[in-house]
């Protein structure tokens, strides 16, 4: 019975408290109204001003201030955060108006029909039957004017900054390795612009000569990473085979035609077969199926087209707690879906990094603006990777 009672007078201060909750929240629905019309009014000003939106000094005095209204250390930092946030969508409302008033910073990008795809010279790295080239032929499949290999990621970038080719064909990602770092800071270093992606799946196969039996085969040649990607093969289904390692997987096919040696095989992809005349000894024999590694098409030119659905940026921020989650409200606020997220060290600044982000969108879309002028202002440097 008293416990009943002591619950029943729970209730009631409950339901109390809530009617109180009820009405500060509507007081504080109605100031912050108030509050986000004069943010407008600020916004008018820097617009005519040419003055940029965040006024960093502004908000830590008057974090600050606000912070010494109270000794109490949880009632200080739950102020800060509030205010944090208030200033944050004060912000935001700042970017739609600039936005609106058509004054959005330049990001440099126009808009074509079309890429003029059959009349590209297009470079990848490595040598034919390299699943570069693969992914050259799955994303130009319409065509293009000539497909050359070129030796290096690095020649691969140099070739479309001097002129001597339209598009670079590059491995950003593997499903089982990860990331491909180089490749990410090649795209910082050259300022290339993402046009088109194609995910390539590696399959690797065993090739021999024609006539040959596995039964015959006593070395194996490959690309180290190939080699890895088949070790439980090599190690539970062959363990006689003695691995070799080589620069790539076509020259291992390649090698494998010109020795004639029916004792040797390589591990490359089954495309390999035809082109240096060998056999498909055994089909995907990697130790884990549905590998795939995703490839990027790069331009020198700021191009997208009006069928555009992803955006790629890369930014860099202070190493400040915090800096990442305000960065990322700007996806949230704007209703942006992010398909990606990569880091990689800022050369010459220890613990600050480059992010790398893609999301849905297109340049010409009003939230992805918004978006981006908020980036534009609030990360040390922001660069447009593509469209596409
Ligand atoms: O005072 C300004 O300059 C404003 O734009 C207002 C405001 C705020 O909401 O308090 C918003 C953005 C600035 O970074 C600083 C403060």
Request: charged share 30%; aromatic share 10%; hydrophobic share 40%.
């Amino acid at each position: 019975m008293r416990i009943d009672r002591i619950r029943m007078d729970g209730m009631k201060d409950l339901a109390e408290s809530r009617r109180r909750i009820d009405e500060i929240d509507a007081r504080i629905a109605e100031l912050y109204e108030e509050r986000l019309a004069i943010s407008g009014d600020v916004a008018e000003y820097k617009i005519a001003n040419h003055r940029p939106v965040l006024d960093k000094r502004r908000e830590e005095e008057k974090l600050t201030r606000l912070e010494a209204m109270t000794d109490d250390a949880f009632l200080r930092q739950g102020v800060r955060e509030l205010f944090e946030q208030i200033m944050s969508v004060s912000r935001k409302k700042q970017y739609r108006l600039l936005a609106e008033h058509g004054m959005s910073e330049d990001l440099g990008f126009y808009e074509i029909e079309d890429y003029d795809f059959p009349s590209a010279r297009v470079v990848y790295q490595g040598v034919r039957g390299a699943y570069s080239q693969a992914a050259c032929k799955a994303f130009f499949r319409e065509g293009c004017a000539s497909m050359e290999p070129v030796e290096t990621w690095r020649d691969a970038m140099e070739a479309i900054s001097n002129g001597e080719a339209d598009y670079a064909v590059l491995p950003v990602e593997n499903s089982t390795a990860g990331i491909v770092t180089e490749n990410y800071d090649l795209m910082m270093e050259y300022q290339a612009v993402i046009v088109g992606e194609q995910i390539i799946r590696i399959d690797h196969a065993l090739l021999g000569l024609p006539g040959a039996k596995i039964s015959d085969i006593r070395r194996v040649y490959s690309h180290p990473q190939a080699l890895a990607q088949c070790e439980g093969y090599l190690r539970n289904i062959h363990p006689d085979f003695e691995a070799y390692s080589l620069k790539n997987t076509a020259m291992a096919a390649k090698k494998v035609m010109e020795d004639k040696d029916p004792s040797q095989a390589a591990i490359a992809g089954s495309i390999n077969a035809q082109i240096y005349g060998l056999v498909v000894l055994d089909q995907a024999i990697q130790d884990i199926k549905g590998n795939e590694t995703r490839f990027i098409v790069v331009s020198p030119k700021r191009e997208y087209t009006s069928g555009a659905k992803n955006v790629s940026i890369a930014f860099s921020l202070p190493n400040e707690s915090g800096s990442l989650y305000r960065v990322l409200s700007h996806f949230i606020f704007n209703g942006l879906s992010m398909t990606r997220i990569e880091s990689r060290p800022l050369r010459g600044k220890k613990w600050e990094y480059t992010f790398f982000i893609d999301f849905e969108g297109n340049l010409r879309e009003e939230a992805v603006m918004n978006c981006l002028q908020g980036l534009k202002e609030e990360t040390e440097e922001m660069f447009i990777l593509g469209t596409f």
